[in-house]
């Protein structure tokens, strides 16, 4: 692949794996690549690996990700939005996220450029010892956007049942590392070994 967008629908079956690995991926879309109306079943696979993505307002658009006993990663990517944004644009968008059942959403080792790094439109949550994971990535904001972040939460986030939920050893340039921005969102942990780590990540100017 060498430019244009790629878009995932529909239902997969059960222990599937979707692979997309050292691809080329630019457009002036907004969304490079977009999973919408997409029902992973359970133990599902899906890999981003090492790949140069960039989109008009995101590189990676999840409409909504569930993720049932199987992963999501994305690893070792440049996800980038174009120059001309106006704040809410961002490498990874995700509408809304639900993981349960030892599944895990694993963002690693990616540079990501854009108003945003991961950004979590509505409500996030994680149970059952799901994992979410944000990890060992750089990140470089835009200036010009008030509010940018590694990490933006647009809704509250509910852990529970042995969740973890970890952002750690990230470089972060000319942004926060999380940010909310309504205070009528929470971030809530309920049952035994629920974890929330926020460890080892660096601001640089």
């Known amino acids: 692949l060498d ?14 794996q979707i692979l997309v690995a ?20 359970s133990n599902l696979t899906l890999l981003l690996l090492e790949n140069h993505i960039e989109g008009k307002s995101y590189a990676v658009h999840f409409s909504i990700a569930v993720v049932d006993g199987g992963g999501i990663i994305v690893k070792g990517n440049t996800l980038s ?5 106006d704040g809410v644009e961002a490498s990874v968008c995700v509408n809304a996220v639900d993981v349960r059942n030892g599944g895990y959403f694993d963002m690693e080792n990616n540079t990501m ?9 509505r409500d996030t949550t994680v149970r059952s010892a799901g ?20 990490l933006y939460l647009s809704g509250s986030v509910t852990l529970e049942g042995g969740a973890q939920w970890r952002v750690t050893g990230n470089n972060v340039s000319a942004a926060s590392v999380l940010t909310i921005p309504y205070s009528k969102h929470s971030i809530e942990l309920s049952g035994s070994g629920t974890t929330v780590a926020l460890a080892h990540n660096r601001q640089v100017d």
């Open 131 to 150: 994992l979410l994971r944000v990890a060992d990535c750089t990140f470089i904001g835009r200036k010009k956007g008030l509010n940018s972040a590694l």
């Open 113 to 121: 450029r854009a108003a945003n790094g991961v950004y979590l439109l």
């Open 3 to 16: 430019s244009g967008v790629l878009e995932f629908r529909g239902d997969f079956g059960g222990s599937s």
């Open 81 to 85: 939005t174009r120059e001309d944004d």
């Open 22 to 41: 050292g691809s080329a991926l630019v457009t002036t879309w907004s969304h490079a690549i977009f999973f919408v109306n997409f029902y992973p079943s």
